[in-house]
């Protein structure tokens, strides 16, 4: 089974292409929809944040409140490498049990959403990496527009992530969202189309006898 990963910047359109690749029939996981999760009231990582930050980072109803920690991690470099070393670990270990599981009922390759894969130095462990790309500045137009934001917010929040340049080298795959939702979609289906081959391909290596 082929382990793939997505990856890219803040709005670079990265949820609509894995929604994409999802309707064609490949399992996929959100590491946003596991935070959700981690951040649920009474967790483990909820307590865990508690302790660290402050009780005020938690709402009364005992979930992580997003946004007041959102807030200080992104002006504040240390918070933001304290509470990555609660979360990322726990992501990572939702993903690769979930990852296991699929390979268990014989899929051909999966695709698992990761916003901050290359900042983690977690790409290593998946076999291709697809970042979905756009220009910085409508990255910046994107993420003011979509969260109410001031242009100088949205580009320090941009700033806590790596350039979107330096993702694109190292992707094995490139979706370009800059353009229409439909030029968008014709890019996905054609590396799913490369990617499906290759599934299969590696199903075929999997059943064939070792020598």
């Known amino acids: 089974m082929l382990r793939v990963a997505l990856t890219g910047g803040l709005a670079t359109g990265k949820s609509h292409v894995r929604r994409r690749i999802a309707s064609r029939g490949v399992p996929t996981v959100d590491a946003d929809a596991i935070v959700h999760e981690l951040f649920a009231p009474g967790s483990e990582?909820?307590?865990?944040?508690?302790?660290?930050?402050?009780?005020?980072?938690?709402?009364?109803?005992?979930?992580?409140?997003?946004?007041?920690?959102?807030?200080?991690v992104f002006e504040d470099a240390e918070a933001r490498r304290a509470l990555e070393?609660?979360?990322?670990?726990?992501?990572?270990?939702?993903?690769?049990?979930?990852?296991?599981?699929?390979?268990?009922r014989g899929a051909g390759w999966v695709l698992a959403e990761i916003p901050l894969l290359f900042e983690t130095r977690r790409e290593g462990e998946f076999d291709r990496v697809i970042v979905a790309a756009c220009s910085p500045e409508e990255q910046v137009r994107r993420v003011a527009e979509r969260d109410g934001l001031s242009e100088s917010a949205a580009r320090a929040r941009l700033a806590a992530q790596w350039p979107i340049a330096k993702k694109t080298e190292r992707a094995t795959d490139v979706i370009d969202t800059s353009g229409s939702l439909v030029e968008t979609d014709r890019q996905v289906d054609a590396v799913c189309a490369a990617l499906d081959e290759l599934g299969r391909a590696a199903a075929r290596d999997t059943e064939r006898p070792a020598d």
């Open 45 to 72: 990582t909820s307590r865990d944040i508690a302790g660290l930050f402050g009780p005020e980072m938690v709402e009364v109803g005992g979930a992580v409140d997003r946004r007041t920690l959102g807030a200080l």
């Open 85 to 104: 070393a609660i979360v990322h670990p726990r992501v990572y270990d939702r993903i690769s049990r979930w990852m296991s599981s699929q390979a268990a």
